[in-house]
């Protein structure tokens, strides 16, 4: 999905969400290692790959206030993920969907999509948007919306979930989309 | 006699060789609109030309006719009653005295032949990254004398190198639609930004880059609409379309953001004659895409103001991207439109200062 950007906004602390979406992941195709490899990569903050480890991730998450590190679901094919403190309360974790297939993004989409509901039902996560054109809005970040006094971005995304104690959940225009609604997360679909 | 020539290659003054000047040529938004003629004690003639640009008739500056000019479709048989005050005539173009022949900055033409005298200095189609599909849709092409592919009452060639592209709709089977008539009017909306060379020598000004994009680009096929959103940006078209005299703007509207993505990619196609591929490639442990393909087929990456907002994975693609082109033996290239964070931009540069291939 080029220009693709999914977003979950939750609570920390970071080393363990971290952990989860890794064990999550991996029982369905997607790894922490480079399957090609095994190595597992880390970045640092303007991209150049460092070789790293579990641990390694989880002992920098402690302390950075931005980890980056790839994600694999084939053999040098990653997905660029990293995981940020925006404040005391709240983590966004961001994934890029550039240069990924409608398939590929796909498969990436309903698993952290699964992951946002297991995290919204636990309290853990309040905020999840996956936005096709992300790369594209000059001047929005969904920063703005799930955190701050933005009350909508410049155009409606494809999927976003909120739970249900989201103090912006009627901000979103309901027809627009196919809602779902599990246990504490709610999901609206885009119907185009 | 020596001749000086604007940015955008028009002949503003013939010098004589003695350091006096002769004749002045003045231009606005890249139209030619005067000559001021006969030296320092001369006058100006207006001009008044055709739909073409074709200068039919001259007048003083009481507003008197002082010159009126006849030619054929092709420029030929020209005729002007009165003491021509300028050479410029077909298309706005110089006509040499001694030869007969029209310049037109790439090549000269001769009207009496409607041909040029020297083939199209651009790459024929059939070996270009246009490719077969553009020749099968305007044969013309073929002709590498031909002017404006055989439509001079409709076409003009600015630069005597090749008709705009948008032109092959009206030589498909299909004919151009109002949409295409449309798309033709608004197209040179747009501009794109800094273009970085990863893992080779130099990075030109941006000025020059801006000015070769506008110039390849003003003849952008559809989804090359305008999608400058800032003033600053909106600016900067107008600044570029006044700097090297090229077609249009008009105002810039607002698009979603998948028209920004298509145009500026689009944009980035027409000026480096490439095309759009969205070609999943590898590097080391990570994947990106090639958005472009360039004419010789260089990987091109194109991006915006979005990529300064992760520089770790920005970083990363650049690596991808060089990585992948040095593969094949290519060389990679970033295109980053106005208003890029600074970040971003130096991050590309210094990729493309460390990087040794």
């Known amino acids: 999905m080029r220009h693709g950007w999914v977003y979950l906004y939750e609570s920390p602390p970071a080393p363990i969400r971290f952990e989860e979406l ?131 971005p410049p155009e409606w995304p494809m999927l976003i979930g909120c739970s249900v104690a989201f103090h912006k959940l009627s901000n979103i225009p309901a027809q627009l989309y196919i809602r779902e609604t599990v246990g504490n997360c709610i999901l609206f679909r885009g119907t185009g | 006699m020596d001749y000086l020539y604007d940015l955008a290659s028009h002949e503003i003054a013939e010098v004589a060789s003695s350091g006096s000047w002769n004749r002045a040529e003045i231009y606005s938004g890249g139209r030619h609109v005067a000559t001021y003629s006969g030296g320092v004690s001369g006058t100006t003639y207006f001009t008044h030309p055709d739909w073409l640009g074709t200068e039919r008739a001259r007048t003083n500056t009481s507003g008197s006719l002082y010159e009126a000019c006849t030619s054929l479709p092709f420029g030929d048989w020209l005729t002007c009653s009165g003491t021509d005050p300028s050479p410029m005539h077909f298309t706005g173009k110089e006509r040499d005295p001694e030869s007969s022949l029209d310049y037109f900055g790439a090549r000269f033409y001769a009207s009496n032949a409607g041909r040029f005298v020297t083939p199209d200095p651009i790459q024929h189609p059939s070996q270009s990254s246009w490719g077969m599909e553009t020749l099968l849709n305007a044969p013309q092409r073929l002709n590498q004398y031909a002017y404006v592919l055989n439509n001079p009452l409709s076409h003009t060639d600015p630069t005597g190198d090749e008709i705009p592209v948008w032109e092959s709709c009206e030589y498909s089977r299909q004919g151009c639609s109002a949409t295409d008539r449309e798309s033709q009017r608004s197209s040179a909306k747009f501009i794109i930004g800094a273009s970085l060379t990863l893992g080779t020598a130099g990075v030109a000004g941006e000025t020059g880059l801006f000015a070769r994009a506008a110039v390849y680009g003003r003849g952008l096929i559809t989804a090359a609409i305008a999608y400058l959103l800032t003033p600053r940006g909106q600016q900067n078209v107008v600044n570029l379309t006044q700097a090297i005299g090229d077609y249009v703007t008009g105002s810039v509207s607002p698009v979603s953001a998948a028209e920004v993505g298509a145009a500026r990619e689009a944009a980035v196609a027409a000026s480096v004659r490439g095309k759009i591929v969205n070609m999943k490639v590898f590097g080391a442990s990570t994947s990106t895409e090639v958005d472009v393909l360039g004419k010789a087929g260089e990987y091109i990456g194109v991006g915006g103001p979005a990529k300064g907002r992760s520089l770790a994975d920005f970083g990363q693609k650049l690596s991808a991207l060089k990585d992948a082109a040095k593969q094949v033996g290519t060389t990679a290239k970033y295109y980053l439109e106005l208003g890029t964070s600074q970040a971003a931009i130096d991050l590309a540069k210094k990729s493309w200062v460390t990087i040794t291939w």
Do not use: M
């Open chain 1, 22 to 152: 890794v064990d999550q992941l991996r029982h369905n195709g997607i790894s922490l290692a480079d399957p090609g490899t095994g190595r597992v990569i880390r970045l640092s903050t303007t991209g150049e790959q460092i070789l790293s480890s579990r641990e390694d991730i989880i002992g920098e998450l402690a302390n950075a206030t931005e980890v980056s590190f790839n994600l694999y679901f084939a053999p040098s094919d990653n997905v660029f993920c990293s995981i940020r403190k925006l404040n005391d309360e709240t983590l966004r974790e961001g994934y890029s969907l550039d240069g990924k297939t409608e398939e590929e993004s796909q498969h990436i989409i309903e698993n952290l999509t699964r992951l946002f509901c297991k995290r919204a039902e636990n309290g853990a996560a309040f905020g999840f948007v996956v936005d096709k054109y992300a790369e594209l809005h000059r001047e929005f970040h969904w920063d703005d919306f799930f955190l701050w006094d933005t009350n909508s």
